[in-house]
């Protein structure tokens, strides 16, 4: 529920509607968000190609039997000053339908450049975010992105504040949901005990449509009929029958997990990086804190903890990487290699999808396909 389309910066050229169509059942991708809704543009190329499944608020493509449907959905940035320091918030909208879109972007036209990125930002307070997409329409969803990433988030060590309400002020009781990010999981969200009514989601943040990057991180839903009303009860009920589960990376697999300086190739445990004063070793300079540092800031609670009440996770790697790793195959280029692929398709034609290979098969099933190593990993 948070992709990006072809119109943000950094993103792959394939991002459309018909790729992402075609590689999100081989995921066991059921939903998606649509990505960039406010990009005129890309709202426009929305419009002709999906039509509204049956008045359930979910769309799917026109002309074609693909299983998959769409949620109007985007992700915008906030500028805002608190003490005197500009903080810079990403956040994620989703909408009922591509007409609300359409009427979010009247109102929002005029307060940044909609047209630029897919992911627009506003020089506004979030609580005036928070207030326009609301009288739009109550049922539109915002909450916090990628929420403890150094940069561009609600907890991040480079522009983010340390509460909810130093971000949403007295809009915050309208947040009902937080998106932990790559490079942070329900766990260590459960550490901070101001977060526990929101509902944690997890979510690609997908800039292309290949299986090892969309759906690395997702929610699984068990709605009665599939209706983005359900969705969004599901999430702010925090059923567990509805809301049955979310898909995790490892944290370590983010790559803002560990405190450090990418450009010094310098990565560091926090605690290391507190005994060195948070000064980088190679070039003298503040370190960037990573997500675990974060988490221990503003923490109140040991590690391990865990909540009454709460979704359960599952920790998988996309299964790309995991055959990859067992071919000894390194470097983000032979994720591509056409071994990884054939052996990835083989697997996804017996059991039906990504997730089913991994979730569900067992090891018999799998040495009946592909080689010892690869079913044991
Ligand atoms: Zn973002
Ligand atoms: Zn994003």
Known sequence: MHIHSKYSAATSEKMNIRE??????????????????????????????????????????????????????????TVHEVDGRARRIHHVILMPSLEVAE???????????????????????????????????????IFPAHAWTPWWSIFGSRG????????????SHEIK??????SSDPEMNWRVSALDRLALLSNSDSHSPYPHRLGREANVFKLEEPSYKELIKAITEKNPEKFLMTIEVDPAYGKY???????????????????RGGICPV?????????????EELADRPRGFKPQRYIPFKRLLPLSEVIAACLNLRGESKLYSGRVWEMSMKLINRFGDEYSVLLKATL??????????????
């Open 20 to 77: 992402l169509a075609t590689y999100a059942p081989l995921k066991g991708i059921n939903l998606l968000g649509t990505g960039d809704v406010l990009h005129p543009q890309w709202l426009k190329e929305l419009k002709e190609s999906l039509e509204e499944f049956s008045n359930t608020g979910f769309y799917r493509v026109r002309g074609v039997s693909s299983e998959v449907m769409f949620v109007a959905q985007t992700e915008v940035g």
């Open 103 to 141: 009427q979010l972007i009247d109102l929002l036209k005029d307060k940044g450049d909609l047209e630029a990125d897919g992911r627009p930002i506003f020089t506004i307070h979030p609580a005036e975010l928070v207030e326009l997409v609301l009288e739009v329409d109550k049922w539109n969803f």
């Open 160 to 171: 983010g504040v340390d509460s909810l309400e130093e971000c949403y002020a007295d809009k």
């Open 177 to 182: 949901a937080l998106e932990t990010g790559l």
């Open 257 to 275: 997990h560990w405190t450090g300086h990418r450009k010094c190739g310098v990565s560091m445990p926090p605690e290391e990086a507190v005994k």
């Open 283 to 295: 070039c003298g300079k503040p370190l960037t804190k990573g997500v675990e540092q974060r988490v």
């Open 364 to 377: 018999e099933e799998l040495v009946e396909v592909v080689p010892e190593r690869i079913a044991q990993a």
